[in-house]
Nanobody, 117 residues
Framework: VQLQASGGGLVQAGGSLRLSCAASGSIFRIATMRWYRQAPGNQRELVAGITVGGSTNYADPVKGRFTISKDSTKNTAYLQMNSLKPEDTAVYYC????????????WGQGTLVTVSS
């Protein structure tokens, strides 16, 4: 398994969760790591990303509430989610975008985040 996501669960609105994505070292060293989410009936959407150099970007709905980070010593990317809202409920997927022409990607299995009101 090249990407392993974990950390989902049930939380009340206003609460916090931290997702983790453990990657193989060969991927982690060269990939832009990203988190996507997919709510029932919706398309999968990009939530946040972090480049090899550490630059980050966020989708507007999560700006100021979510923080993406990574620990190169553990080959792991994180998504700290604060002030969670019911509309954050979704399956969250870890993604690695590899460099080069073609945009080869690797996906982890999803982890379910449920935010109750």
């Amino acid at each position: 398994v090249q990407l392993q996501a974990s950390g989902g669960g049930l939380v009340q609105a206003g609460g916090s969760l931290r997702l983790s994505c453990a990657a193989s070292g060969s991927i982690f060293r060269i990939a832009t790591m990203r988190w996507y989410r997919q709510a029932p009936g919706n398309q999968r959407e990009l939530v946040a990303g972090i480049t090899v150099g550490g630059s980050t970007n966020y989708a507007d709905p999560v700006k100021g509430r979510f923080t993406i980070s990574k620990d190169s010593t553990k080959n792991t990317a994180y998504l700290q989610m604060n002030s969670l809202k019911p509309e954050d409920t979704a399956v969250y997927y870890c993604n690695a975008l590899l460099p080069g022409i073609g945009g080869v990607q690797r996906w982890g299995q999803g982890t379910l985040v449920t935010v109750s009101s």
